[in-house]
């Protein structure tokens, strides 16, 4: 009976809302060992109570498993206990008022924009090498700048496709996490990339393209030659990464005074939460602007 409670959820999650097969696959995996755990305290996920759910979460913590994972796994229970009340196989959610265990978000790692324009010059500089016949320090320049214009996500950077570029190099448009489509603007910088890359390479299906089963750049290409590049700049390679430069992307326009909506829209995140941990950058702001500002502030 479990295992068909779980498959029907699992269906519904890939059907109606798109998850990805590393999101189905985690969630078989947690509600596996949930409903393993529900049958060894003698109940079924149908007649599971609030007290075993709290019990499965006290054993997570023996176990040793972080907060953030524990709560993932929570959240993971939390919507298949929803499931099964909305499709009227239970009438309760025991799930409803159990606490979340809380842990402290690590803030994301972010190079400051110094650091950045290090990067984009040195990989303009080894572009422009007379000495480079490959196109690979091309690529790799117009990767970075297009990665840093856009905070893509990298698979969705390598991922791209030819047509994706649009109005003349202004525009992509990108097909993010639940293959929802959002139009990501390029700056000038990365637009005059994108159509010095586009004039040098044939056409393709791919903007990225390369011999492996994908057709495209893998993000472990990617992300070797960005560590390689680092060096290159004199910054420590532990430093950067595809997603770090999508972290300075977000963490950059907040600082110059962006809206947490905007910022939300261009990263393609479904809930602002998301977006809400990159305004750490705006506490000194903010502390600043309320010294200057605030009528009581001492001169």
């Given amino acids: 009976m479990s295992g068909h409670t779980i498959g029907a959820f699992l269906e519904m999650m890939s059907a109606e809302r798109g998850a990805a097969k590393n999101t189905i696959d985690a969630y078989r995996r947690d509600l596996s060992d949930y409903s393993g755990f529900v049958t060894g305290k003698g109940k079924t996920l149908l007649d599971v109570e609030r007290d075993t759910v709290t019990a499965y979460l006290d054993r997570l913590r023996l176990d040793g498993l972080s907060a953030s994972s524990a709560a993932r796994r929570l959240s993971a229970i939390r919507q298949f206990h929803r499931f099964l009340c909305a499709d009227g196989m239970r009438g309760d959610d025991p799930t409803r008022i159990v606490a979340s265990p809380k842990s402290r978000r690590a803030l994301p790692k972010v190079l400051s924009i ?9 990989a303009e500089t080894e572009a422009n090498s007379e000495d480079d016949t490959d196109r690979l320090a091309l690529r790799l320049y ?7 214009a856009t905070g893509l996500r990298v698979s969705e950077l390598v ?16 097909t993010g996490k639940g293959n929802k489509e959002r139009i990501v603007p390029l700056n000038d910088r990365a637009r005059d990339a994108v159509k010095v890359w586009l004039a040098a390479t044939e056409k393709d299906t791919f903007l990225f393209p390369a011999n492996g089963a994908d057709g495209h750049l893998s993000r472990q290409v990617f992300a070797r030659d960005l560590k390689d590049l680092a060096i290159s700049a004199g910054i420590s390679p532990s430093r950067v990464a595809p997603h770090v ?5 977000a963490s950059h326009l907040l600082a110059g005074g962006a809206d947490l909506r905007v910022v939300q829209m261009l990263l393609g995140h479904a809930d602002i939460s998301t977006t809400q941990i990159y305004t750490h950058v705006l506490d000194d702001k903010l502390k600043t602007l309320v010294e200057t500002h605030h009528p009581l502030a001492e001169g």
């Fill in 142 to 148: 117009v990767l970075l700048e297009l990665l840093y």
């Fill in 245 to 249: 430069l999508r972290h300075a992307f």
């Fill in 114 to 122: 110094a650091e950045v324009d290090t990067l984009l010059s040195q």
């Fill in 159 to 174: 991922s791209l496709r030819r047509a994706a570029v649009m109005r003349d190099t202004s525009y992509l448009t990108v």
